[in-house]
């Protein structure tokens, strides 16, 4: 595991093979482990594969300023690339709030990035379509109830993390099961502060006043339309497929779409190789 120092914070990253740079982002309830089955095959492809754990997912430092807002996010990224690639753009590859992060970082920083792939998460103004849609409120009940100060912090942990095993169980195909790594997971989310950086995310998600006011520019340059080659992907069993499958209006460089049969949110660990496929043919 190396450490990087960006954006005033102390990243841990795993670091597999040599070459181009390809930068995995994690999402929720999730840590940088989530990329173990596509490290090695980007490895054995001759990619240099790097996934750090984000703001707050220890073994990377959590703020002392509580700033989790996705100009602050996407920042992150940015310090990450400039320090790895000394200058060069690197590939970008994001699930979940790592998808999030990552069209707020091609929006905003297009010379840093070669080509992405974006998975399992829509565009944000297909989230800000899917906010009216009953389907989907309820699909994202855990964005509102994460809004509310403290319970939140007291369910997860309960009944040892059962709130994660219900998410896991929830947003994946039947019959997957994932146990050794949602342990893992539940590990880093049990170690002091980062429930409530993992939490931060979505309170500053929803209320532009955890923003930190000195980005507010990178807020600007984040709505801009995306010209970076993008791939998005999404399991053919997850109700966001939905809002991924025409969201062309907010790319002008080259865009495609690809659904993974038979997988859910956590497409890349439910078919990896199925997943693995797509994203090599892409970075080639």
């Not at 297009?110 to 998975?119: D, F, G, H, K, Q």
């Not at 000195?214 to 339309?225: F, G, M, P, S, T």
């Not at 025409?246 to 949110?265: C, K, M, S, V, W």
Request: hydrophobic content about 45%; aromatic content about 12%.
């Amino acid at each position: 595991m190396n450490r990087i120092h960006a954006n005033g914070l102390d990243f841990a990253c795993l670091e597999q093979g040599d070459g181009p740079i390809v930068l995995l982002l994690h999402g929720f309830p999730d840590n940088a482990h989530s990329w173990s089955y596509q490290m090695p095959a980007l490895a054995d492809a001759g990619y240099r594969a790097v996934a750090p754990f984000l703001r707050g997912y220890s073994p990377t430092e959590v703020p002392s300023n509580g700033f989790y807002g996705i100009a602050t996010l996407a920042t992150d990224i940015a310090e990450i690339i400039r320090t790895l690639g000394h200058g060069k753009p690197v590939h970008l590859v994001g699930q979940d709030w790592g998808a999030i992060i990552g069209y707020a970082v091609i929006a905003a920083f297009p010379e840093l990035i070669n080509r992405a792939v974006v998975a399992a998460v829509p565009h944000s103004g297909q989230v800000k379509k899917s906010m009216l849609d009953v389907r989907h409120i309820q699909r994202s009940f855990h964005w509102w109830f994460f809004q509310v100060a403290e319970l939140p912090e007291k369910a997860i942990v309960e009944n040892d993390f059962a709130f994660i095993d219900y998410l896991w169980d929830y947003w994946t195909s039947t019959g997957f099961s994932d146990t050794a790594h949602i342990a893992d997971v539940k590990k880093t989310l049990s170690e002091p502060g980062v429930l409530d950086a993992a939490l931060g995310y979505y309170r500053a998600m929803l209320d532009t006043n955890k923003d930190d006011p000195k980005l507010a520019h990178v807020h600007e340059l984040i709505n801009r339309k995306i010209s970076v080659p993008t791939l998005a992907l999404c399991g053919a069993d997850d109700m966001r497929a939905e809002l991924m499958t025409n969201q062309d209006e907010y790319f002008t460089g080259e865009y495609r779409f690809e659904l993974i049969p038979d997988a859910g949110h956590f497409l890349h660990r439910e078919k990896p190789n199925d997943v693995n496929r797509q994203i090599l043919d892409w970075l080639k």
